[in-house]
């Protein structure tokens, strides 16, 4: 592989994989069990909420191969975790426990491993049961925060108010107004 063809692998993968998963209008949950290393921590980095076992371990070690992250991990780790810690994790390519993911903000949540499906289950039927746009504009205004040349106040304010044009947000409404649960379609 030369240059040329790091920049497409490095391209594709980011284009067809990780910001597909990121940006996408339905949401994604990362369930970590055993090691989450170099693009497999991109890949649930790239995930909208991330739980792991408490035997999990996670990293980047890319640079003990003389390279860097290639799909976003420099970007979200950074984001995750602050530059400091980033900058530590990608430089020294060392492992974090999932109690210590958890501290830093890496992860949502840690459970035990035979707990790990269920409370990713748990978490993502309690998700399906609110407004389906909603949560689509949900992710698209928290995912303008962190990019360079988006206004974020903007974004939110535009995607707030579509919402108003949803017979979900007139379900919403009317059901909390005869104080029932709402029967969202996704309209």
């Known amino acids: 592989m030369d240059v040329?063809?790091?920049?497409?692998?490095?391209?594709e993968g980011h284009t067809k994989i990780f910001d597909l998963?990121?940006?996408g209008g339905k949401p994604v949950i990362a369930?970590?069990?055993?090691?989450?290393?170099?693009?497999g921590l991109e890949l649930a980095m790239a995930?909208?909420?991330?739980?792991?076992?408490?035997?999990?371990?996670?990293?980047?070690?890319?640079?003990?191969?003389?390279?860097?992250?290639?799909y976003g991990g420099t970007q979200r780790l950074t984001r995750l975790v602050g530059k400091g810690k980033a900058m530590e994790m990608i430089m020294t390519g060392d492992m974090v426990t999932a109690a210590e993911a958890h501290q830093l903000g890496l992860i949502n949540q840690v459970t035990t491993t035979e707990n790990l499906l269920p409370?990713?289950?748990?978490l993502l039927q309690k998700i399906l049961t609110r407004a389906p746009l909603a949560?689509?504009?949900?992710?698209?205004?928290?995912?303008?925060?962190g990019r360079n040349n988006v206004n974020g106040f903007?974004?939110?304010?535009?995607e707030f108010a579509k919402c108003f044009g949803t017979a979900d947000f007139k379900e919403g409404i009317t059901a909390?107004?005869?104080?029932?649960?709402p029967g969202f379609k996704g309209e």
């Open 176 to 181: 909390f107004l005869q104080k029932r649960k």
């Open 21 to 23: 998963v990121e940006n």
């Open 31 to 39: 369930a970590i069990n055993g090691f989450a290393l170099g693009g």
């Open 119 to 122: 409370a990713a289950e748990a």
């Open 47 to 70: 995930c909208h909420i991330r739980i792991a076992a408490d035997t999990a371990k996670m990293g980047l070690p890319e640079v003990t191969l003389g390279l860097i992250p290639g």
């Open 4 to 11: 040329a063809g790091g920049r497409e692998i490095a391209r």
């Open 135 to 145: 949560i689509a504009a949900a992710i698209t205004s928290i995912n303008a925060a």
């Open 154 to 158: 903007e974004t939110e304010i535009e």
